[in-house]
């Protein structure tokens, strides 16, 4: 069964190092959305991205955050200047076109700001 | 924000029992989607529900749309081991954008001891 996959797993950077995170999507999706998850906490919406551009964002996806679909299978989350609090897991979904409802999330990297 | 209240925060069951778990807002839903998250693991989608009144199946786990479409739970019939994790409701609210899936914190199934 297609999966979404996400590269590292885990991820340890120093404050105000640039990380990106990548995300191959399943092959036939064509959303793709970004979320994080403070270590014990809720889920949260960073940002959606849908025919080349972004479709919504939230207010925790400020400038320092940027998301590129580099090819036509990699989907990457930026984070130019990571902070403490920048530390959490970061999913990746995608979803189908006709279900778009339906997203299907990666593992996750565990990203760690020291 | 919109916000998603889930209850209960955490429970223990014992294998062969059946386990009820709810997620309410003030707020009218459109999507109710219900995931389940294991240590260390991305959320795993378990069921999907579109229309108020909706009552869906996935194995031992039913799911319902609720009539106000203000609320959906989610029921687990003669749990097994493998059922521990934590189970999230989300939800694509009337008025929101698309995509922008809002989670509620979650319901932490443990085995009793």
């Known amino acids: 069964e297609p999966e979404v996959t996400q590269t590292p797993s885990h991820q340890v950077t120093q404050m105000g190092q640039e990380v990106i995170l990548r995300c191959v999507p399943i092959?036939?999706?064509?959303?793709f959305y970004w979320y994080r998850q403070i270590l014990g906490q809720k889920v949260e919406f960073l940002v959606s991205?849908?025919?080349?551009?972004?479709?919504?964002k939230s207010e925790i996806f400020d400038d320092q955050f940027s998301v590129e679909r580099p090819d036509g299978s990699n989907f990457t989350l930026k984070i130019r200047s990571t902070k403490l609090e920048d530390s959490a897991m970061y999913f990746c979904?995608?979803?189908?076109?006709?279900?778009?409802?339906?997203?299907?999330f990666g593992p996750g990297t565990r990203l760690t700001v020291l | 924000g919109q916000q998603l209240n889930q209850s209960p925060q955490s429970m223990f069951i014992q294998e062969g029992e059946d386990v009820s778990m709810n997620c309410t807002s003030s707020?009218?839903?459109?999507?109710w989607l219900w995931y389940k998250q294991d240590p260390g693991e991305g959320p795993v989608l378990l069921i999907a529900?579109?229309?108020?009144?909706e009552l869906t199946s996935n194995g031992r786990l039913t799911a319902q749309f609720g009539i106000t479409r203000k609320d959906s739970f989610l029921n687990i019939s003669a749990s097994i081991p493998s059922d521990v994790g934590i189970y999230f409701c989300?939800?694509?609210?009337?008025?929101?954008?698309?995509?922008?899936?809002?989670f509620g914190k979650g319901t932490k199934l443990s085995v009793k001891p």
């Open positions: 707020s009218i839903f459109n999507t």
């Open positions: 989300a939800g694509l609210y009337k008025g929101g954008s698309q995509g922008n899936l809002i």
């Open positions: 991205f849908y025919n080349n551009e972004i479709s919504e």
């Open positions: 979904a995608s979803s189908h076109r006709v279900r778009y409802n339906e997203q299907f």
């Open positions: 092959s036939n999706h064509l959303y």
């Open positions: 529900l579109y229309k108020a009144g």
